[in-house]
């Protein structure tokens, strides 16, 4: 693909159709990168349209969602920091109430069929529903969230633009909100510039080795190119004695998905410290160094890969993190289509 061409879809994130009839939303497509798997999501269902999109950003950058209109979806997910939090190790809510968890980041959603770090939704449309409602996050109520939208002086026209009438629905906000999320795309790292043969891009050899290295123990959960293979895995780390988190087994209830959690997307990790579900390492050589030195081998479900001793020089770590740092996307982090509507 030329890459002028790429650049320009990686800016709007969207290419407008060129079709739109009067008074109806604009149909924009989704951009699969380059070599890239299908998304999973079905955009038949909900097509991006711009006035969509817009409307689901202004919803997620305003706090009126939370009970006392003091949080906003980015509270938690900051565009800066791969839209998660970096403050503390886990989430802090209305109240200053602590969750138990370091927030997901938001990232290639597309590519996911199960979301949080349990797995508790599987599907994106239904997503925003969990933090609008849990008690240690907005606390609030969808009917007094509706009627909050509907008093407001802008929203009955953003929700007429992007749904033909001015009717506020939950399933509408839902919609906007994932039409938002889902629009999040990262694909533009030194990474993605190397693999698509860019001129002028290559890989230092210390990054070459990291690769090499990041291939030969990592790609097994860190599947390339969305670095993570959208399945749930227990990495062998201790359970934190206060929160007592036992993972997806809190949803399903099968012993065999105790301590198992959300594989995360490796993209943009320079800035979406702090590291694992629980946040408790906030820098990378505490992760490298964990995986070499710190893993539970007798942890109950330990990923197969990871009952092998993995074996990590002090170099090898840096050279790890080294290519790790290659998957930062600027253009995404800085981009102001998806900072605060103004």
Not at 134 to 144: I, L, R
Not at 150 to 177: C, H, W
Not at 247 to 262: A, E, V
Request: charged share 25%; hydrophobic share 35%.
């Amino acid at each position: 693909m030329n890459r002028l061409i790429f650049l320009s879809l990686m800016v709007l994130s969207m290419a407008v159709w060129s079709f739109k009839q009067k008074g109806s939303p604009t149909i924009v497509s989704f951009a699969v990168p380059q070599k890239w798997p299908a998304p999973k999501f079905d955009f038949a269902k909900n097509p991006l349209t711009q006035e969509g999109f817009e409307l689901g950003r202004k919803l997620f950058y305003d706090p009126v969602l939370s009970r006392d209109s003091t949080i906003s979806c980015a509270s938690c997910h900051l565009q800066y920091t791969g839209f998660t939090h970096v403050d503390h190790n886990v989430s802090h809510g209305i109240d200053g109430r602590k969750g138990t968890r370091n927030s997901p980041v938001l990232i290639n959603l597309a590519w996911s069929s199960s979301f949080h770090w349990d797995g508790g939704v599987n599907h994106i449309e239904v997503q925003g529903l969990n933090p609008i409602q849990h008690p240690a996050e907005m606390d609030n109520t969808m009917e007094e969230v509706i009627n909050r939208l509907q008093r407001s002086g802008n929203y009955p026209a953003l929700f007429d633009a992007a749904f033909g009438s001015k009717e506020i629905t939950t399933v509408r906000i839902m919609k906007a909100l994932s039409q938002f999320d889902l629009s999040l795309v990262s694909s533009n790292s030194k990474y993605d510039q190397v693999m698509r043969k860019e001129k002028g891009i290559a890989f230092t050899e210390q990054e070459k080795k990291g690769l090499k290295l990041f291939r030969k123990n990592c790609v097994a959960c860190h599947k390339e190119p969305l670095f993570t293979n959208d399945f749930f895995a227990s990495n062998g780390l201790p359970m934190d004695p206060i929160l007592k988190d036992v993972g997806r087994y809190g949803i399903t209830h099968d012993p065999k998905d105790s301590l198992l959690f959300k594989i995360p997307t490796l993209r943009n990790i320079e800035y979406t410290f702090p590291y694992m579900h629980d946040g408790r390492f906030r820098k990378l050589k505490d992760v490298l160094k964990f995986y070499s030195e710190g893993i539970d081998l007798k942890s109950k479900n330990l990923h197969p890969v990871l009952q092998k001793k993995v074996t990590l020089s002090e170099n090898d770590q840096k050279d790890i993190i080294a290519f790790l740092y290659t998957l930062t996307d600027k253009e995404f982090l800085f981009n102001n289509k998806f900072s605060f509507p103004k």
